[in-house]
């Protein structure tokens, strides 16, 4: 089965910088799209940032364009998402996600129904 690790996690001030990993276990990465999702309390679920095996396509949500950037090192089999100017609203368990490689709409990289392997997530806290 295929696995995710996360980590780097942890508690930053507002204007703060952190950067998550995700080493993907039991799935040839190189063939892998992946994406960061986050999840704040009592919230839905949303998209962050993708990239697709190629490292061609990475779409973010718009509200972490320009601090937000997502990464691989294929030679690691690891994703990462390194996170600056870090706001309150930032605020969220954040979960690494990875499905097999497929050229489809950039659209479909945003839908977390698109991937079938789940990290455990990773709480960042951003305080003000």
């Known amino acids: 089965q295929v696995q995710l690790v996360e980590s780097g996690g942890g508690l930053v001030q507002a204007g703060g910088s952190l950067r998550l990993s995700c080493a993907v276990l039991?799935?040839?990465?190189?063939?892998?799209?992946m994406g960061w999702f986050r999840q704040a309390p009592g919230k839905e679920r949303e998209f962050v940032a993708a990239i697709r095996w190629t490292a061609g396509s990475t779409p973010y949500a718009e509200s972490v364009k320009g601090r937000f950037t997502i990464s691989r090192d294929n030679a690691k089999n690891t994703v990462y998402l390194q996170m600056n100017s870090l706001k309150p609203e930032d605020t969220a368990v954040y979960y690494c996600?990875?499905?097999?490689?497929?050229?489809?709409?950039?659209?479909?990289?945003?839908?977390?129904?698109?991937?079938?392997?789940w990290g455990q997530g990773t709480q960042v806290t951003v305080s003000s």
């Open positions: 996600a990875t499905r097999v490689g497929r050229w489809e709409r950039e659209a479909m990289l945003r839908d977390s129904n698109q991937y079938d392997g």
């Open positions: 039991g799935r040839t990465f190189d063939n892998s799209d």
